[in-house]
């Protein structure tokens, strides 16, 4: 059973930093892409980083040089360091996992950011 578990949200003040994880389970997790998206009430998902099964990254512009994408394959997990929080990061979280099949994606629960003084 393919399971993604974030952890590491909160509620944080503009300028702090918080460190997301996503654990994986149930596929082979080496072989797969892993992303962070986010999404705010009434907006669509959106990209903010992926890491490629080779370790290639990609950032949302609005996050590069703020946020960090890693993942340790021998931890299975996947994590979103974030630094220079602002308001307009507030949103859920979603940890991604996609396979080499377009069919072969799954999502976490989500996890809220809230960033506010």
């Known amino acids: 059973q393919v399971q993604l578990v974030e952890s590491g949200g909160g509620l944080v003040q503009p300028g702090e930093s918080l460190r997301l994880s996503c654990a994986a389970s149930?596929?082979?997790?080496?072989?797969?892409?892993m992303s962070w998206y986010r999404q705010t009430p009434g907006k669509e998902r959106e990209l903010v980083a992926s890491?490629?099964?080779?370790?290639?990254?990609n950032y949302a512009n609005s996050v590069k040089g703020r946020f960090t994408i890693s993942r340790p394959n021998l931890k299975n997990t996947v994590y979103l360091q974030m630094n220079s929080l602002k308001p307009e990061d507030t949103a859920v979280y979603y940890c991604?996992?996609?396979?080499?099949?377009?069919?072969?994606?799954?999502w976490g629960q989500g996890i809220q950011v809230t960033v506010s003084s």
């Open positions: 991604n996992a996609q396979g080499p099949l377009v069919r072969w994606t799954y």
């Open positions: 149930g596929f082979t997790f080496s072989n797969y892409a």
């Open positions: 890491i490629s099964s080779t370790g290639g990254t």
